[in-house]
């Protein structure tokens, strides 16, 4: 955390994505902060519960009401654009020429690795949406000679998870190359991708894009390399039930640490994939809050190549996270076969300088998980209408 807290005040901040787990909050943070707050969503994410049969477990208000409620609850009115990025170019230039952004964050991609390797469509529709939103938008950066602090969400998982002893970099990677004339020559390049999904992949292009419109417009990019987020509500999304976070259980779109909350509050068994010796990266909504400050108070420098960030709390286990969920609710653990391809007992580790030498100072399991549990159990309590719907076991 910074001293004081950050002041927005009289700048222009766009959120893309902003209908989302991670964008909500954030737009609601950036607005608490006295920023004039514009969300742009196409809502596809609500279309893919639809077709998914899945929903939120807190009852989220249609984006009109969040907007409205968040108007009530602060006096800041926030702008609403619903279009498709991936798909009206146009829409999205004259927004960005009529909006002039200081700050973008850029969240509108589909993000659940299941779905994309789920089926050839899912890849397709994952490689489709979120490369062509992504470039559209640089290309409509460039087009407008606009000179906004563009950050996006990036993804941990863009280095692969087996990295055989190296702590992975941020970003870059210092190599020797040695040419076929025999000369050794030294340089830093960005880190080779090594995804594990379709939807890995997409953030693996994604990187090479940014390189690009950096390097040839001087685009000014901080790419935020996250890990898996957990936890929901946030300060501002408390204040009102309109205002409430979502919060994903299903096997697609739930992201581990909310699943395993879920099924102990539930009385089912956590559901750890394979051996479970899988290490990963983990924030939590919170701390990502914190960071995506931190990161646009200190926007990169004109001229400097695109600032890659690791951004996570902690790395841990599935197996030492299933056993710190178990020990503080008694949840019993079911080993399942692993329905992903991905590697089972990774060392895991990720350098994390750039935050710290921002001041983050991460949470931890330790610290929160009992909350956490505590609070999603009352969350839950009051917001979920149908209690059936809690986790089947399965993928
Ligand atoms: P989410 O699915 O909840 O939100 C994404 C939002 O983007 C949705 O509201 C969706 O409607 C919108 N969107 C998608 N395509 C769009 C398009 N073509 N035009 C306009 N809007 C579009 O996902 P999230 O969990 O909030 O993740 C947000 C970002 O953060 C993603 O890019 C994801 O890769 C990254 N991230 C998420 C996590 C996590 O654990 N949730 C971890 C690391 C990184
Ligand atoms: N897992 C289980 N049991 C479950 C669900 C998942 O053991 O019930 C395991 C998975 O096999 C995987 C790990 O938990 O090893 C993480 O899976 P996840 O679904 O929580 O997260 P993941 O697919 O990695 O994706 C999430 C977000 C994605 C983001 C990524 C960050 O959905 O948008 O990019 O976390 S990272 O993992 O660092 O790449």
């Known amino acids: ?141 460039a087009e407008t000679g606009l000179d906004p602090h563009l950050i996006h969400l990036g993804t941990i998982g863009v280095y692969g998870y087996a990295n055989a002893g190296l702590q992975l970099p941020e970003g870059y990677l210092r190599v020797t190359a040695h040419g076929p004339d025999g000369r050794d020559v030294k340089k830093e390049i960005v880190y080779p991708g090594k995804p594990d999904s379709v939807y890995h992949l997409t953030k693996v292009l994604d990187q090479q894009l940014f390189a690009f419109y950096n390097q040839y417009y001087g685009l000014r990019i901080t790419d935020l390399h996250q890990g898996v987020v957990w936890g929901t509500q946030t300060a501002e999304t408390r204040r009102n039930p309109h205002l409430v976070n979502r919060f994903d259980h299903d096997p697609i779109f739930g992201t ?13 068994p956590l559901t750890v994939y394979g051996s479970g010796e899988q290490a990963r990266a983990f924030i939590h909504i919170r701390d990502m809050l914190t960071c995506i400050t931190l990161a646009a108070e200190t926007p990169p420098e004109p001229g400097e190549r ?40 990774n ?27 505590a609070d999603i159990t009352d969350i839950l309590a009051t917001q979920s209408p149908d209690k059936s719907e809690f986790l089947k076991p399965g993928i």
């Open 1 to 141: 955390m910074t001293a004081s807290a950050p002041d927005f005040k009289g700048r222009t901040v766009l959120i893309l994505g902003g209908d989302g787990f991670c964008g909500w909050p954030t737009a609601l943070r950036f607005s608490s902060l006295g920023a004039n707050v514009a969300i742009l969503d196409n809502e596809s994410r609500r279309q893919i519960d639809a077709e998914l049969k899945v929903r939120s477990l807190t009852m989220i208000s249609s984006l009109p009401e969040r907007i409205l409620a968040w108007a009530g609850e602060s006096g800041n009115h926030m702008g609403l654009f619903r279009f498709d990025l991936a798909t009206d170019y146009p829409a999205l230039r004259n927004l960005l020429a009529e909006l002039q952004p200081d700050i973008i964050v850029h969240f509108a991609e589909q993000r659940s690795a299941p779905y994309s390797m789920r089926s050839s469509e899912g890849a397709r529709y994952s490689i489709d949406n979120n490369v062509r939103v992504t470039h559209n938008l640089l290309a409509a950066l």
């Open 306 to 345: 695109v600032r890659i960030v690791n951004q996570y709390s902690e790395i841990c286990t599935l197996n030492a996270l299933a056993a710190r969920v178990s020990a503080l609710t008694g949840a019993k653990i079911d080993y399942l076969k692993n329905p992903r391809r991905e590697p089972e007992d």
């Open 347 to 373: 060392e895991f580790e990720v350098s994390r300088t750039i935050l710290t030498s921002l001041g983050f100072e991460p949470n931890t399991f330790e610290d929160i998980l009992a909350a956490e549990i």
């Open 256 to 268: 581990v640490v909310n699943r395993f909350i879920v099924q102990a509050i539930d009385g089912t």
